[in-house]
């Protein structure tokens, strides 16, 4: 029979509220869409192509021209990432499911078939309306970008190799945790949401970007201050715990937060009161080995307006409780904020042997907590000067007194001739 070239192509999207609280079509890219033809009834693959970053995918095949009808599958998975059903508690059994996204329901002639915009979405008829199926594209959706934004601002930032979301998660642990060894995110149905996929992705990132091994590296049982691990190890566990939450919710808003209407913002710190009230630390030590400790001083090293801010004391609670109170009265010639981001965060990970560290972020040594990390963070970062750090670590301790405005202009007395002098309070910048 005479052949022809077939040509058959489609789109994937999904549609979900999830991320910004906004309805909204997100690309599917770089998902395995197979496709399937038959006459007479019985299917057989014409191979697999990938959707490209807006979700768009084509198929060329020679084949002959009998009319057929096609059936086209799609799976989550690529040499970066893998979204997979756990039903099973072998990690060599998981299964990445092909989902059908479309089949005919009678032959068609060729030899273009277009199938158009297939979206995941609730009320979409078969399996992409089921809401494990839409939950799978959103995690897809997620991570993917989260890698791919990764690595457009720092090779460093890359994932070491593959790495695994089991969803839904139902053997091993009712709650979700992350293994390092299997490289896996454990997510239960009922724990679904983006901020829980990102903190247990933000574990496996940490897992590929630190130095040293502890007994407790195989899995963090989360969510946080599930407290199995033993106190000598507090702190480094507490950072890890307290990374993965800041880390969620700073890239939730780093990326999705300038969409219109997006609920998602920059993580705040809190005031001192707060950290006392609100999450009963009591000392700086506390806060070091708190994983909401850890979450708050992470917030205060990436916020915004410092010098606008005022953290209070540990017995009086601000208007703003629990986050810190913006000032009423102007403040003028303060230093310059260092203004950092989560990539700044995220870089302080990274070997640093000409600014003293030569290791990565160490897990397995119990003096790597949030106060060393602050330490690396202005010896590593251009941005964070010594007397900057100095004052972000006064007030996360409970028991400080510095306020931000302390190192203003404004904050002076006059000099006896009535004459402000502005050269004492010039700050340090580095280059
Ligand atoms: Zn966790």
């Given at each position: 029979m005479a052949q022809q070239m077939w040509e058959i192509s489609g789109k994937l999207q999904?549609?979900?509220?999830?991320?910004?609280?906004?309805?909204?079509?997100?690309?599917?890219?770089?998902?395995?869409?197979?496709?399937?033809?038959?006459?007479?009834g019985v299917y057989a693959s014409w191979g697999e192509v990938r959707t490209n970053s807006d979700?768009?995918?084509?198929?060329?095949?020679?084949?002959?021209?009998?009319?057929?009808?096609?059936?086209i599958k799609a799976r989550f998975a690529d040499s970066e990432l893998?979204?997979?059903?756990?039903?099973?508690?072998?990690?060599?059994?998981?299964?990445?499911?092909?989902?059908?996204?479309?089949?005919?329901?009678?032959?068609?002639?060729?030899?273009?078939?277009?199938?158009?915009?297939?979206?995941?979405?609730?009320?979409?008829?078969?399996e992409l309306g089921e809401l494990t199926n839409i939950r799978q594209a959103i995690t897809w959706y997620l991570c993917k970008t989260v890698i791919n934004t990764m690595q457009a601002n720092d090779s460093?930032?890359?994932?070491?190799?593959?790495?695994?979301?089991?969803?839904?998660?139902?053997?091993?642990?009712?709650?979700?945790?992350?293994?390092?060894?299997?490289?896996?995110?454990?997510?239960?149905?009922?724990?679904?949401?983006?901020?829980?996929v990102l903190h247990e992705m933000s574990h496996l990132w940490n897992y590929d970007h630190n130095y040293g091994t502890a007994n407790w590296i195989g899995a963090v049982l989360c969510p946080p201050d599930f407290d199995t691990h033993s106190l000598a190890e507090?702190?480094?566990?507490?950072?890890?715990?307290?990374?993965?939450?800041?880390?969620?919710?700073?890239?939730?808003?780093?990326?999705?937060?300038?969409e219109p209407n997006s609920i998602r913002e920059r993580p705040l710190p809190y005031s001192r009161n707060a950290l006392v009230e609100s999450l009963h630390l009591h000392t700086r030590d506390e806060?070091?080995?708190?994983?909401?400790?850890?979450?708050?001083?992470?917030?205060?090293?990436?916020?915004?307006?410092?010098?606008?801010?005022?953290?209070?004391?540990?017995?009086?609670?601000?208007?703003?409780?629990?986050?810190?109170?913006?000032?009423?009265?102007?403040?003028?010639?303060?230093?310059?904020?260092?203004?950092l981001t989560i990539w700044d965060v995220l870089k302080v990970f990274q070997a640093n042997p000409g600014a003293g560290w030569p290791t990565e972020w160490q897990v397995g040594n119990n003096d790597y907590g949030v106060?060393?990390?602050?330490?690396?963070?202005?010896?590593?970062?251009?941005?964070?000067?010594?007397?900057?750090?100095?004052l972000m670590l006064n007030?996360?301790?409970?028991?400080?007194?510095?306020?931000?405005?302390?190192?203003?202009?404004?904050s002076l007395e006059p000099s006896p001739g009535g004459v402000i002098t502005h050269e004492t309070v010039t700050s340090p910048t580095r280059l």
């Open positions: 999904v549609e979900e509220s999830d991320i910004t609280g906004v309805t909204t079509r997100r690309p599917l890219a770089n998902v395995e869409v197979e496709v399937m033809a038959s006459n007479f979700g768009e995918w084509t198929l060329r095949k020679e084949k002959d021209k009998s009319k057929r009808k096609f059936k893998e979204v997979n059903t756990g039903l099973l508690a072998n990690i060599e059994d998981y299964l990445s499911p092909a989902i059908v996204v479309f089949e005919h329901d009678h032959e068609v002639e060729g030899p273009d078939i277009q199938i158009g915009t297939r979206c995941f979405k609730a009320g979409a008829s078969g460093y930032f890359s994932f070491d190799g593959k790495i695994h979301i089991v969803y839904p998660s139902n053997v091993v642990s009712n709650i979700p945790y992350a293994n390092g060894v299997t490289r896996c995110a454990y997510i239960q149905t009922a724990w679904w949401s983006p901020d829980t507090r702190r480094p566990i507490a950072f890890h715990e307290g990374f993965a939450e800041y880390a969620a919710q700073a890239l939730l808003h780093e990326i999705w937060g300038n806060v070091e080995q708190s994983d909401q400790g850890v979450f708050r001083a992470l917030a205060l090293l990436t916020s915004r307006a410092l010098y606008k801010r005022r953290f209070g004391d540990k017995d009086t609670r601000l208007d703003s409780y629990p986050y810190a109170q913006a000032v009423s009265t102007p403040t003028r010639d303060c230093p310059e904020p260092p203004r106060v060393r990390f602050f330490e690396r963070a202005a010896d590593v970062l251009p941005a964070l000067d010594e007397a900057t750090k100095d007030l996360i301790d409970p028991n400080g007194t510095l306020e931000p405005q302390s190192r203003c202009e404004s």
